[in-house]
């Protein structure tokens, strides 16, 4: 079992639709990256978050260091945000070793 | 050119071959990274360069032997690799926050080097 796990693995909605994909972690952590990757292999950082919730335009992060789990929401969905969004998470304070979640490709059709 | 840039972004190599990927941070950055990225798994931390120096080197095989000469440029020489070293090559950099490593640093990604060992 990864200890960074990513849900749903692939996922097809409709233009406009709300969206969801959650990242669950097994382990202590200091924080935690949403990232996107477009085809062709380049990697954006969209959040690092460690508590709370963060907002950026259609998209927002949440983390519940409790129950060890965020969620990458995105509203009102278009084409454009077809991509694989791939959640990490950094174990110590300071430290620098990512851990990778799978990713979860996300198709949006017109 | 500003971020992250990694050159060539395809390269196809035989298993006797020696090549090189180039990794440039026009960031002013003091970290450098390697990963990897093969089909349907996710991403492995490779090697991390600190101020030049290599800090962490993930259990990766002698035939990736990573260069570091100053901050700003980051190497992976290839050697004799297998058709299963198939995979895209991410360069990163980031800004640590003083020796203490205080703090949690993001990582700006370069496009990746997708390699192809025949």
């Known amino acids: 079992k990864n200890e960074v796990e990513q849900s749903p693995q692939n996922l097809t909605a409709q233009e406009g639709e709300f969206i969801t994909i959650n990242c669950s972690y097994s382990?202590?952590?200091?924080?935690l990256h949403w990232l996107q990757q477009h085809p062709g292999g380049g990697i954006v950082s969209l959040f690092m978050?460690?508590?709370g919730k963060k907002k950026h335009g259609r998209l927002i992060a949440t983390i519940n260091i409790q129950e060890k789990h965020s969620s990458l929401h995105i509203t009102a969905s278009h084409p454009r945000d077809s991509a694989v969004y791939i959640c990490?998470?950094?174990?110590?304070?300071?430290?620098?070793?990512?851990?990778f979640g799978q990713g979860t490709r996300l198709t949006i059709n017109p | 050119e500003t971020g992250v840039t990694q050159t060539p972004r395809h390269l196809v190599m035989g298993m006797t071959n020696k090549k090189s990927l180039k990794c440039e941070q026009h960031?002013?950055?003091?970290?450098m990274y390697w990963y990897k990225q093969s089909a349907k798994k996710p991403l492995e931390l490779m090697f991390v360069?600190?101020?030049?120096?290599?800090?962490e080197n993930n259990s990766v095989p002698s035939r990736f032997s990573p260069e570091c000469p100053n901050s700003s440029h980051l190497f992976l020489h290839l050697h004799t690799l297998q058709p299963e070293d198939s995979a895209l090559y991410l360069c990163?950099?980031?800004?640590?926050?003083?020796?203490?490593?205080?703090?949690?640093?993001?990582?700006?990604f370069g496009p990746g080097t997708r390699l192809t060992v025949l």
């Open positions: 990490a998470v950094i174990s110590g304070e300071g430290a620098q070793k990512l851990v």
């Open positions: 990163a950099s980031s800004q640590r926050s003083g020796t203490s490593g205080r703090g949690t640093d993001t990582q700006y």
């Open positions: 960031l002013g950055h003091n970290a």
């Open positions: 360069y600190n101020f030049k120096e290599q800090t």
């Open positions: 978050l460690s508590s």
């Open positions: 382990v202590g952590i200091s924080a």
